[in-house]
C-alpha cells in the first residue's frame, strides 16, 4: 500500500491478469482521486470515488472505498501492456483546492 | 480538456545559480500548483496560488520562492539552487471548487551541478 513517505511500491505482471492496489489514508477526505503516470508524463485522473460512495468503475477499473479504516483500492481488471504506469492515490483532507498524494505503486505489465 | 504547459523541459544549472521554472495554463482555472516529484516521496507540494498576485504555501517551500502573474501564468523561483533540489517539477491547474481534479504539465528535469 501507499502512504506519505513509504517507499514507491513496486508490482510486476503478466498481461491479462488482474491487479489491485491499496492507498491507506491519515485524514478525513471528501474525495478519493487515482492518478496514472505514463513514463515522461504528468499524472492524469483515471477514477474518483466520493466519501458517500463504496465502490466506482469506469472500463476495467474499479475503485473502492471504505471511510472507516481510511482506505481505499484500485483494482485493475485483464491489464493490457499500456496500463504500465505509477499510480498515485490522492486526497484532500476536506480542503478545497488542495489534494495530498501518496507515495505512488509502479507497475509493470508484461506483454 | 485544461492545456497546462511547462518550461523549459530541462534545466542544467549550478550551485548558486538562479533559475525561473514557468507554467501556463489555458483553462481559466483558479488553483495552480508547483510540485517537485523524487523516487519514493510521490508529488510534495511546494507552493500554489488561487489567483493572480495570490500565492500559498505548501508542504516543501524551503528554497523556493513561486509569483502568480496572471489567471493563465506560474512562475518558480530557485534564487541560490542547490542540489538538493534537483528534482522533477510539475505544474498543475484545478477549478478550485468541490472534487478537485488537477490536470498537469509535462514536468521539468532540473539538474543542479
Known amino acids: 500500500s501507499q502512504w506519505g513517505e513509504e517507499n514507491l511500491q513496486a508490482l510486476s505482471i503478466q498481461e491479462g491478469e488482474d491487479v489491485t492496489m491499496n492507498c491507506s489514508y491519515k485524514?478525513?477526505?471528501?474525495?478519493v482521486q487515482w492518478y496514472r503516470q505514463k513514463s515522461g508524463k504528468g499524472p492524469a485522473l483515471i477514477i474518483l470515488?466520493?466519501?458517500?460512495?463504496r465502490e466506482k468503475r469506469s472500463g476495467r477499473l474499479r475503485a473502492t472505498l471504505d471511510t472507516s479504516s481510511q482506505s481505499s483500492s484500485l483494482s485493475i481488471t485483464g491489464t493490457l501492456a499500456t496500463d504500465t504506469a505509477v499510480y498515485f492515490c490522492?486526497?484532500?483532507?476536506?480542503?478545497?483546492?488542495?489534494?495530498?498524494f501518496g507515495s505512488g505503486t509502479r507497475l509493470q505489465v508484461y506483454a | 480538456e485544461a492545456a497546462v504547459t511547462q518550461s523549459p523541459r530541462n534545466k542544467v544549472t549550478v550551485t548558486g545559480g538562479n533559475v525561473t521554472l514557468s507554467c501556463r495554463q489555458t483553462?481559466?482555472?483558479?488553483?495552480m500548483y508547483w510540485y517537485r516529484q523524487d523516487t519514493g516521496h510521490g508529488l510534495r507540494l511546494i507552493h500554489y496560488?488561487?489567483?493572480?498576485?495570490?500565492?500559498q504555501i505548501g508542504d516543501v517551500p524551503d528554497g523556493y520562492k513561486a509569483t502568480r502573474t496572471t489567471q493563465e501564468d506560474f512562475f518558480l523561483l530557485l534564487e541560490l539552487a542547490s542540489p538538493s533540489q534537483t528534482s522533477l517539477y510539475f505544474c498543475?491547474?484545478?477549478?478550485?471548487?468541490?472534487?478537485?481534479?488537477?490536470?498537469f504539465g509535462p514536468g521539468t528535469r532540473l539538474l543542479v551541478l
Open positions: 498543475a491547474s484545478s477549478v478550485g471548487t468541490g472534487e478537485d481534479t488537477q490536470y
Open positions: 485524514t478525513y477526505t471528501t474525495v
Open positions: 470515488i466520493r466519501s458517500n460512495e
Open positions: 490522492a486526497t484532500d483532507a476536506g480542503v478545497v483546492g488542495q489534494l495530498t
Open positions: 483553462n481559466s482555472h483558479n488553483y
Open positions: 496560488s488561487y489567483g493572480a498576485g495570490n500565492l
